[in-house]
Nanobody, 119 residues
Framework: VQLQASGGGLVQTGGSRRLSCAAS????????MGWYRQAPGNERELVAT???????NYADSVKGRFTISRDNAKNTVFLQMDSLKPEDTAVYYC??????????????WGQGTQVTVSS
């Protein structure tokens, strides 16, 4: 499996950013996809997940501001981030697994993308 996240950068408070993660080496449509993030000094945390059927779940800290989506034809998962706050500053990673539990236990992280929100 290979996961390549992109779309990070510097954005002002209140702004928006769209992250993408291209996956290869898996049957994308069969896999749950998730976005995690890790801020300096913090543990990595789960931000959002999307099931094979399109059901989504979000961390309380991003509910109503972030939207996860997937394009199975392009083997890509997206994270639309709106109303960004300085506390959203982190390296963002995507992850995959046949189930959420397997995704959580997977040791593979892939390359992340840095999002910095200036105040």
């Amino acid at each position: 499996v290979q996961l390549q996240a992109s779309g990070g950068g510097l954005v002002q408070t209140g702004g928006s950013r769209r992250l993408s993660c291209a996956a290869s080496g898996i049957i994308f449509s069969n896999n749950v996809m998730g976005w995690y993030r890790q801020a300096p000094g913090n543990e990595r945390e789960l931000v959002a997940t999307i099931s094979t059927g399109g059901s989504t779940n979000y961390a309380d800290s991003v509910k109503g501001r972030f939207t996860i989506s997937r394009d199975n034809a392009k083997n890509t998962v997206f994270l639309q981030m709106d109303s960004l706050k300085p506390e959203d500053t982190a390296v963002y990673y995507c992850k995959t697994g046949r189930t959420i539990a397997l995704m959580s236990r997977s040791a593979y992280w892939g390359q992340g993308t840095q999002v910095t929100v200036s105040s």
